[in-house]
């Protein structure tokens, strides 16, 4: 069964970095994921395309200060520079043969 | 500049219907799959259904298999959700969203269910 497993929550201070981490499920550790921002109150919003190399390319206007990378079944999203806007929460997401999965999301709060 | 816009969400009693409509823009639309993912009060996102290009392949969550049926009109640019048998657990935002990797999403429209 496809299954992305994030941390509920995490915390880091202003201006420094922060990374998230989301798993694949056993037997999915090639898959390529999809990492959103969601902010307090707002719809979510696409930050990047992440495949299991490593590689991944950027929405539009997403700055240099998101990255992604990957680890066997493990997908990272790295924020540098850490800034009061980043506080939301991120959901990773990857899709199959006819389906659609979202991990349960990780809440960041900026100290 | 790629766009969707999400309409038709509201209060509905338990068992009742609505059809949730999404006009997308700045993309040839026939050429994605679209997909409609909710998000109930203080929870996390749900995919909900997903429709390919053609239209001709589809996919529900178990949770809503049977009461809504996803569909587009790629002459008018447009995704809709039949929704029935509405019940109180499908009171969520609901978002149209553009691919099986969303690169992009609407505003969301709001769906209430209670008596």
């Known amino acids: 069964q496809l299954v992305l497993t994030q941390s509920p929550s995490a915390s880091a201070s202003l201006g420094a970095s922060v990374k998230l981490t989301c798993t694949l499920s056993?037997?999915?550790?090639?898959?390529?994921i999809a990492w959103h921002q969601q902010q307090p109150e707002k719809g979510p919003r696409y930050l990047m395309r992440?495949?299991?190399?490593?590689?991944?390319s950027k929405g539009d206007g997403i700055p240099d200060r998101f990255s992604g990378s990957s680890s066997g079944a493990e997908r990272y999203l790295t924020i540098s520079s850490l800034q009061s806007e980043d506080e939301a929460d991120y959901y990773c997401q990857t899709w199959g043969t006819a389906i659609q999965v979202f991990g349960g999301g990780t809440r960041l709060t900026v100290l | 500049e790629v766009q969707l816009l999400e309409s038709g969400g509201g209060l509905v009693q338990p068992g009742g219907s609505l059809r949730l409509s999404c006009a997308a823009s700045g993309f040839t639309f026939s050429s994605y799959a679209v997909s409609w993912v909710r998000q109930a009060p203080g929870k996390g996102l749900e995919s909900v259904s997903v429709i390919s290009g053609s239209g001709t392949s589809t996919y529900y969550a178990d949770s809503v298999k049977g009461r809504f049926t996803i569909s587009r009109d790629n002459s008018k640019n447009t995704l809709y959700l039949q929704m029935n048998s509405l019940r109180a657990e499908d009171t969520a935002l609901y978002f149209c969203?553009?691919?099986?990797?969303?690169?992009?999403w609407g505003q969301g429209t709001l769906v209430t269910v209670s008596s």
């Open positions: 992440l495949n299991s190399d490593g590689g991944h």
């Open positions: 969203a553009k691919g099986t990797v969303v690169e992009c």
């Open positions: 056993s037997g999915h550790s090639n898959y390529a």
